[in-house]
């Protein structure tokens, strides 16, 4: 292992050597990866975005979890400037309908 990214709290964690370790208060890992990617002035393609977007509204349940942060839909907002999805809501809606069906 040489790197951890994540949006959870990390317990006991011992590694043989240093690691970069990357935690951030959002809702989604996809949130901090997002983040990351601007940060190495890497712009997502359209169906990146569309991924990105997916993967925070499924963690998120669609901005109602408790855990959702600003920034979570701010980030949403800019990927879907990218992504052109017309109806965000109906989006989510139909991607947890999807997955009860499994």
Request: hydrophobic share 40%.
């Amino acid at each position: 292992m040489h790197s951890i990214v994540d949006h959870h709290k990390i317990g006991n964690l011992a590694t043989e050597n240093p690691i970069f370790i990357r935690t951030e208060k959002l809702c989604s890992t996809s949130s901090v990866i997002y983040k990351m990617m601007k940060e190495e002035g890497i712009t997502p393609n359209k169906e990146h975005a569309i991924l990105i977007i997916s993967a925070i509204l499924s963690d998120s349940l669609h901005f109602r979890s408790p855990t959702t942060q600003d920034e979570d839909k701010f980030i949403v907002e800019e990927l879907n400037e990218i992504a052109k999805i017309p109806n965000l809501e109906e989006y989510a809606m139909e991607m947890f309908k999807a997955k009860s069906d499994l």
